[in-house]
């Protein structure tokens, strides 16, 4: 079964650190993972989105790390910032069907002063 | 170029009414997915569908439910006969042409519907 789980469910973290979320997927066959922000009341916004021979990438602050092998995914935030406060969707994309995709349930991330 | 809209953003609908939700997608783009959010869970797949054509209702429930995208206006997720079950937060993306692997979906901010 096609499933993406991710953890923790929720997080509270202060201001200025950093904190990593992870994602483990069995979508198979893989084409591609993303990592969305969706702020409370709004859709998700794209931060990354890696292929299968990808390890790392980087949007400013976030970096995300994928290992096809072990069929897991990590998203770490550094020095956090109020307006990191989100739920942080990881995304896996099956190859040859199309447009499929598989969406986890979530990172609810709280960041407190 | 504006993102992608939908409307209403919020509808309220007595159970055994109608329900009907609007998409716009980018300029451009000629994909568009529907996705629902039930509170506390996840988006869920339900239909993906190009110009005039349905690709994926793989996930769209057999009965009540339809989508269309049109050749010319929004793509429209129609609910008919809605049930309090159908409260949820409806979504749509849209992609530029092509399926490569960077093609990326651009979310709209949903439409939240309740059912009374």
């Known amino acids: 079964k096609n499933q993406v789980e991710q953890s923790p469910q929720s997080l509270i973290i202060l201001e200025g650190k950093n904190c990593t979320l992870q994602?483990?997927?069995?979508?198979?066959?893989?084409?591609?993972l993303r990592w969305y922000k969706q702020d409370t009341g709004r859709g998700p916004v794209s931060l990354t989105i890696?292929?299968?021979?990808?390890n790392t990438k980087s949007n400013g602050r976030y970096t995300a790390t994928l290992d096809a092998d072990t069929k897991q995914s990590s998203l770490h935030i550094t020095a956090s910032q109020l307006s990191d406060s989100a739920s942080y969707i990881c995304?896996?994309?099956?190859?040859?069907?199309?447009?499929?995709?598989?969406f986890g349930t979530g990172t609810s991330l709280t960041v407190i002063p | 170029n504006a993102g992608v809209m939908q409307n209403p953003r919020h509808l309220v609908r007595r159970r055994g009414q109608e329900a009907r939700l609007r998409c716009s997608p980018m300029?451009?783009?000629?994909?568009v997915y529907w996705y629902r959010q039930l509170p506390e869970e996840g988006l869920k797949f339900m239909v993906y569908?190009?110009?005039?054509?349905?690709?994926?209702e793989s996930g769209m429930p057999k009965e009540r439910f339809s989508a269309e995208f049109p050749k010319e206006g929004p793509s429209i997720l129609r609910i008919q006969q809605v049930v309090r079950g159908d409260s949820a937060a409806y979504f749509c993306?849209?992609?530029?042409?092509?399926?490569?692997?960077?093609?990326?979906?651009?979310f709209g901010p949903g439409t939240r519907l309740t059912v009374l």
């Open positions: 993306a849209s992609s530029p042409p092509g399926t490569g692997n960077y093609n990326e979906q651009f």
């Open positions: 994602c483990n997927y069995t979508v198979s066959p893989f084409s591609n």
């Open positions: 890696m292929t299968f021979s990808e």
């Open positions: 995304v896996v994309r099956q190859a040859n069907t199309g447009n499929q995709f598989y």
């Open positions: 300029k451009g783009h000629s994909h």
């Open positions: 569908l190009q110009k005039e054509n349905i690709i994926d």
